[in-house]
């Protein structure tokens, strides 16, 4: 029996939090599922497949979530609308974006974009390391545990 849901924002999740994800939605019993354009072959009968358009993965995303859901996802503003149907957002990086810091994470990208639109330059993200691989799964295994006792 499935007990919960992991939804993917797999445009942009790395491959390794994706099998991360993907060993303890089998270890916990939890429906792990990925969204992607049509451009990312992702080899799973529990993929949604949507057209490349900008924000398409990101809305058909927001809509399927349900309470109690955990989202898988890097962007700021994705994750401000799962926060707003009651599912937890976590960063492949193993972050989770709680309710209190939201506005303050948007706000950061807000002004990260209004700098690189005035001409400056901001630094991409870094490159994965394995303690980010390991903060990501211990963030994860503690989201489905509590998910296990909000149910039971």
Not at 29 to 52: K, M, P, R
Request: a neutral charge; hydrophobic letters at 35%.
């Amino acid at each position: 029996m499935q007990k919960g849901r992991v939804l993917i924002d797999a445009d942009a999740c790395p491959r390794q939090a994706l099998a991360i994800a993907q060993e303890l939605c089998k270890e916990y019993g939890w429906l792990c599922q990925t969204f992607a354009s049509y451009n990312h072959q992702i080899g799973s009968e529990h993929h949604v497949t949507v057209d490349a358009g900008p924000q398409a993965v990101d809305m058909k995303l927001a809509n399927e979530t349900r309470p109690g859901d955990v989202v898988v996802t890097q962007d700021i503003g994705l994750a401000a609308l799962i926060l707003g149907k009651k599912a937890q957002p976590l960063t492949p990086h193993g972050f989770v974006i709680e309710p209190e810091r939201i506005a303050f994470h948007l706000e950061e990208r807000n002004e990260k974009a209004r700098y690189r639109r005035g001409g400056g330059r901001t630094r991409g993200p870094a490159a994965r390391t394995r303690e980010d691989d390991q903060r990501f799964a211990a963030a994860l295994r503690s989201l489905l545990e509590r998910g296990e006792t909000h149910e039971g």
